[in-house]
């Protein structure tokens, strides 16, 4: 035990911004226990791996990790003192006991459904090392603890809240329904509470998560069914509440609705992020993303006719199993028709247990790495110039923290970009007029709009 009477938890998330909440609510489950969270694996009493199990590279990543955990373990005990390892997040669900056998030196493995579950677990965990990847009856969402007020704002002004969790769309190529279940909604009321308590506590933005967030469909304050575009109406009259973006969409659930809130719902953000995958219509098929291009393209339409000046991102896979050189350039031919204003893209990596692995047409390495770099450079080329339109604009940035050098603040604007500017007084949680002057490395650079530019350096 550390010598100042608490122990101290070290908590490393891995993948999706799931995994980010999931870090949060498993350190408040902690907190009665007497944990309080360190940046520093060697002074750690209990160190949690969060891990991702999207692509290879990503759940390899946890064993090289914990080779060096182990080291620190080891340097730990010759000292005296202990150090409890914890794998949890969508590997541990994936792979299980088999974490035991390939890394020596882990305590507990635990799936993403039992974090209520971790003190007793990690008593247990004292005596042997247990796995426990159940998917239990009862719902973690109803036994996990809250944030206190003073986390909430040791975390900042924007936070994640998982809405739905699980998906039941099984795209050939994804581990998430095996990962993280069938699909479970949790019910407005316990989202609302918890979104109230977080806007007490000088929350101003929250992002509503979910694997297929727009397909939530749970019980509304009435009884019936809501679906997201309810539930966010009802989100954004919680008072403090000014910003609402949801994140990650499928096509499939992009209704009118929804679509429609962002032409009229002030706190609703101009930014949609809307995976694709594939711009050809027979890989979008052999991934069974239940859509084609065409489809695709209305959807980008009709949200662009809501809201004109919207940021649009997406993610991609380039080599998926029987992709040609037409295929691709389909994709590359979606990418230039909408524009993104970001995107994330990955070279097809097989999963265990997802049927695209087992097909034979299997795309070469080299192929999967010349098309990524060939889709990457567009994708970067959109984004700049996406963000070189914004300059001479001026934007509200929500102040998230200060910046780099004296008096300089930095924030996000409503199309999710970093924008760094002189202060001029503004405190965190406020949302301010920023005339954007230049592109900067990170983020953008602006200037205060509302206040004289002497003020605003003084
Ligand atoms: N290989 C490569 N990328 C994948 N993704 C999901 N599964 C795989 C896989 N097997 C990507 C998809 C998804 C994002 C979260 O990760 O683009 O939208
Ligand atoms: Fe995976 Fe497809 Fe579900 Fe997204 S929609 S989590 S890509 S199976």
Redesign the pocket.
Known sequence: MAQDGNRKVYVKSYG?QMNVYDAQRMADVLAPEGYVETGEVGEADLVVLNTCH??EKAAEKVYSELGRVREMRREREAGGAGMQVVVAGCVAQAEGPEILRRAKGVDLVVGPQSYHRLPELLAEARRRPVVDTEFPAESKFDALPQATPERTRQRGVSAFVTVQEGCDKFCT??VVPYTRGAEVSRPAAAILTEIARLAAAGVREVSLLGQNVNGYHGEGLDGADWSLARLIRRVAEVPGIDRIRYTTSHPRDMDGELIALHGDLPAMMPYLHL?V?SGSDAILSAMNRKHGRDEYLRIIDQVRAARPDIAVSS???VGFPGETDADFRDTMDLVERVGFAGA?S????P?PGTPAADNAAQVPEGVKAARLAELQALLDRQLKAYNAATVGRTVDVLVEKAGRHPGQMVGKSPYLQPVAFEGGGAQIGDIVPVRVTALGTYSLLGERADIEPERATA
């Open positions: 999706c999207i692509r190529f994804c995976p995958q993610d991609f896979i994330f990955f070279k097809y990596s999963r």
